[in-house]
C-alpha cells in the first residue's frame, strides 16, 4: 500500500498510514520510516527524507537500507556535504 501511495505522489496518505501502521503495531517503526525516506528520496525531496529517517537513525533502529535510501536522496541534489554527514553516522 504505502509503494502504490508514494508512486501516485500520494504522501499525506502514505504518512497517515504509517503513523496509523505504528500506533496499532509499534514493531513496524522502522520500515515505515524507511519506505518514506525511499519514496521522499525518490521524489528529490531531501528535507522530507530526512525528517523521516532523523527518529529511526536517532533511537538507533536504521539499517543499510534506511541509510542506503537517504544517501540517494543526497545524490540526487546533490548534497555531498550531508551525504558525507549521513555515510558518517
Not at 40 to 45: F, H, I, R
Not at 55 to 74: F, M, N, R
Amino acid at each position: 500500500i504505502l509503494m502504490a501511495l508514494s508512486k501516485k505522489n500520494r504522501m499525506t496518505e502514505a504518512e497517515w498510514t504509517v503513523q496509523e501502521m505504528v500506533r496499532q503495531f509499534p514493531s513496524t517503526r522502522l520500515q515505515g520510516y524507511t519506505v518514506l525516506v525511499d519514496a521522499y528520496a525518490k521524489l528529490g525531496d531531501l528535507e522530507k527524507a530526512e525528517t523521516w529517517m532523523r527518529p529511526i537513525d536517532e533511537g538507533s533502529e536504521a539499517t543499510v537500507v534506511s541509510y542506503g535510501a537517504i544517501l540517494d536522496a543526497c545524490a540526487k541534489f546533490p548534497q555531498a556535504l550531508k551525504a558525507r554527514e549521513w555515510h558518517e553516522r
